[in-house]
């Protein structure tokens, strides 16, 4: 009747057919997030960025994901690496609960995720597209999405938009590129930079970074509105506010700065960006702060009701070493400029509940103190302050213990004399903007980065604002010398007027 079969023979198949299920059952190796920091040995990425990115293996949205990191620079690989190592052994650190020994081991392991490549020319792109996806078969990954962080200069942000979209698009998953202000000088060379990104970006893929909405004083504004959105509608539907006041004050000159300061002065570098988006956090409805996904459009519809009060609405100084200064960089005796370093704005919004309310922005450098904070000044001589950093408070929300405002849960309350301080929780913002901001972007979430629409609207405002501030800038030694006074829809240096409305 035939021979037995050996008994490995019978086993072979049983053991084949085990291993192919054990690969089925096996866990599939997790997506990876490829990121492409450009500008990878500049003093930004130096400063914030490689430390944000090796931040990400303790973040709670991005802990245990699998990361590949890009460093994208112009010198060649021989020369470029071993500088990059360099800059993650100096300026990459652990918190100062991780052990020495741990430490080590966490930059030794993020350092090899990291890889030196030299971007210049378009087959550079195509190069690292290959490499990418090299890596991705070798590891059997599947690719999530594709970061690119544009740490350089805007002028090249159209080329690099181009070059990524032809040759650098991942297969599957998103592609999302990061691009650091200046966004433009005017609204002309604004509208002309959003065309050239959207040629090749769609609105989505475009993230406008302004590191000033990533610090915690900031965030802490529609947390604070939305917790306690009762007091704040009943406070507009009353008619309570006098005022609105954002401010800067900056302790620092520009000296050694005046190269690229004195083409843009305080309105584009301070009140375009970083104020405007505060502004919008104080005086949008509370509805639309809650309104992730047409939070956009809500802002765009904020900066289109907001216009300058009157043509004397706007007042500009300068500091009195700012021509020395000039002259100095410039090595060029006879320099005389115009540029402001400080700047006072009144604006109105057209809208019913905000009828009639001065909503004042104001920034300048050689200050007393520095300072920052964006305060609601009500007609009962209380106020609620904003208080987003330097000064004599904590960031945190200042007011009257009188003002009936709720404590956010996981924030902390504190009484000093009749002022009650609501001060936010770790998990609110950062002390280190980029560490959020960089994190927000993996995750898709817009809503802490500037849109085409509101920014181009927001720039209808800003050149009528540069137009009327024209005129020659008051010089002052001190602080005292451009206090500011509201009075109507006009604004004056304290000295000029009686004192109507003190700022």
Known sequence: SGFPMPRRVLLFPLLLLLLQASAVLADPAPPVYNVVLVGATGSLAKKYLWQSLFGLQWHPDHKGKAFQFWAAARE????????????????????????????????TSFAEQVTYVQLKQDADFERLNVRIQEKLEAQKSAEEGRMFYLSVPPSAYATLARQIHTF??????????????????????AATMAEELKNHLQESEIYRIDHYLGKRGVQQIPLFRRYNADFFRRMLREQAVQHVEVVMSEQENVEGRTAFYDSYGVVRDVLQNHLTEVVA????????????????????????????????????????????????DQKNDALDSDTPTFAAVQLRRNHPLWKDVPIVIRSGKQMEKREAFAEIALKTGDFIRFHIQGGDYETSVVAPQKVPLELPPGWKLRHQNDM?????????????????????????NRK??????????????????LTLAEDKPRVYAREGDVEVRIRGSRLHFADNVDAHQEL
């Open 76 to 107: 060649p690989e021989d020369s470029g690496a071993p500088l990059l190592q360099g800059i993650l052994a100096k300026h990459v650190q652990c918190s100062p609960d991780v052990s020495k020994e741990d430490c080590q081991q966490h930059k």
């Open 168 to 189: 650098c698009r991942p297969r599957s998953g998103w592609l999302r590129v990061v691009i650091e202000k200046p966004f433009g000088s005017n609204a002309d060379s």
């Open 281 to 328: 956090l104080v005086l949008m409805e509370v509805e639309a702060l809650v309104d992730s996904e047409n939070f956009a459009h809500h802002k765009e519809k904020l900066f289109r009701e907001l216009q300058v009060a009157s043509p004397e609405a706007v007042l500009v100084g300068q500091y009195a070493d700012y021509d020395l200064h000039v002259q100095q």
């Open 420 to 444: 009650a301080f609501f001060i936010p929780g770790s998990d609110v913002g950062s002390t280190v903007p980029y560490n959020m901001l960089v994190a927000q972007a993996l995750s898709g």
């Open 448 to 465: 802490s980065f500037v849109d085409t629409q509101s920014l181009l609207e927001s720039w209808r405002l800003w050149d009528e604002v």
